[in-house]
């Protein structure tokens, strides 16, 4: 036997092999080092020289920026400023004033955070379809700065309230008007897109929701505002049992709201309920569903109808340890029901606008999760298409086109994906075909190892959000943005204005 410290190595060997181990350090550390430097983010850029584009498959025209080499014959660019509602005299007109501060939970407690004129969630606006929206906004003292966001409605881009991409992050002190029609009817939200991972969580949000000028049909109108603050869960800013007063035998249409991170399941104890609308958009032939949960997708909205007891008994509309009590009567709060709606076969099938065979653009957005740095700092961290932000796909239209997008997640985790300024509609999941009434969305939950493909039309000029609904997520870079032709913005994320949309 031989102990190995008994073989003498010469010194010239010696040496040798030190310099072959500093060297295999270096080919290793080296690389690593260029990978961190070019993760490291400029103090202020534009999102006109972000990622990389991506055509879709449609005819690669001039961009600004990107580097590219410039055309001979330009194309007219017209600022996001630009894109604005028409003039006229507004039909709701308001000013939110932002503060930092106490949100009273009216149950004694207190959590500190941000309000507008004076509450958390800020004031329900309401409009009429049609009604030309103004709202002022003051940021008094949230010290970041702030924006509003009109989450699901399709207004100008100049409106759409991206800190660094549509306007600047408005400063204490400073003010900023918004704008828009309120085309579509529908339950909707507004919130902060300034910091948003935490300005949203700590209370820069509420509802906005527009009816149809004949009214719902429903004889009462319910708002459900699903909102958790500090780790209580909320409704319309209430913990626990919030009462709704509701006559037997009346119908009563509940706007649901998720407001959190997550998906949140509804349900309802005592009655039937059928699913009216999602996000905004009408289901046609919904019909009544009982001991079925309904997933709210983050970011999303479910409107609920609901047709009280005759009897006089209540209803309790249950959502993450809060619910909300329809009526005075008995009702018994059950547990959260095994079944869960599929909106992909709920409803009535009916035509599409437009036939998905004869989209112009065909996009993939494929998440899924890498080691590599952000800004960096190493980790393990969310990818677009197998690239890792900000180096994520720019989504390049042409006004008028037709979208296909495959969106497929195989990160780990679920992702509620939103797209800003367009409704699309949900063609197939996991290659299965819709087969219930046109699903159209503003915020879809991607699972975990399934896939998406969705259809909208590129109808609304402008620079546009596409990310991840769990808002720390998309903080940590999951984030796209689609991008029209011919556009071009003057804001920079970071730089003076501080803007961090995320
Ligand atoms: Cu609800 Cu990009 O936002
Ligand atoms: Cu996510």
Known sequence: MIAPAAVAVPPARRRRRLAVAVAATLVVLAPLGWFWQQSLLPRSYSVMDMGYLDHGGGPAAAMTGHGMAPMPMPMPTRSVTDLTAAPGVPDVDL???????????????????????????????????????????????????????????????????????????????????????????????????????????????????????????????????????????????????????????????????????????????????????????????????????????????????????????????????????????????????????????????????????????????????????????????WTVNGHLFPDVPMFVVAAGDLVVMHIANDSGEAHPMHLHGHHAVVLARDGVRATGAPWWVDSLDVENGRSYDVAFVADNPGIWMDHCHNLPHAADGLVALLMYEGITTPFRVGGGSANAPE
């Open 95 to 381: 000013t939110l004033t932002a503060r930092a501060g106490p949100i009273d939970l009216g149950n004694g407690r207190t959590v500190d955070g941000y309000t507008l004129n004076g509450t958390s969630p800020g004031p329900v606006i309401r409009a009429q379809q049609g009604d030309l929206v103004h709202v002022r906004l003051r940021n008094e003292s949230v010290p970041g700065g702030i924006t509003l966001h009109w989450h699901g409605v399709d207004v100008p881009n100049a409106d759409d309230g991206v800190a660094g991409v549509t306007q600047d992050a408005v400063p204490v002190g400073g003010e900023f008007d918004y704008r828009f029609v309120a085309a579509q009817a529908g339950t909707f939200w507004y919130h902060s897109h300034q910091l948003a991972h935490e300005q949203v969580q700590r209370g820069l949000l509420g509802a906005l929701v527009i009816t149809p000028r004949g009214g719902t049909g429903a004889g009462a109108d319910a708002l459900l505002l699903s909102h958790v603050y500090a780790g209580t869960a909320t409704i319309n800013g209430r913990p626990g049992a919030v009462a709704f007063p509701a006559a037997p035998g009346t119908r009563v249409r509940v706007r649901v709201i998720d407001t959190d991170n997550g998906a949140t399941p509804v349900w309802v104890s005592g009655a039937a309920f059928r699913v009216v609308a999602v996000d905004g958009a009408e289901i046609g032939g919904a019909t009544p569903v009982q001991d079925t949960a309904v997933l709210v997708t983050a970011g999303g909205r479910a409107d609920l109808e609901i047709d009280m007891p005759a009897d006089g008994a209540g209803v309790r509309v249950e959502i993450g340890g809060a619910a909300l009590v329809l009526g005075s009567g008995p009702v018994r709060a059950l547990p959260r029901p095994p079944r869960t709606l599929d909106m992909l076969t709920y409803g009535a099938p009916a035509a599409l606008p437009f036939d998905p065979a004869t989209a112009q653009r065909r996009f993939d957005y494929v998440i899924g999760r890498g080691p590599g740095f952000l800004d960096g700092l190493p980790g393990l961290w």
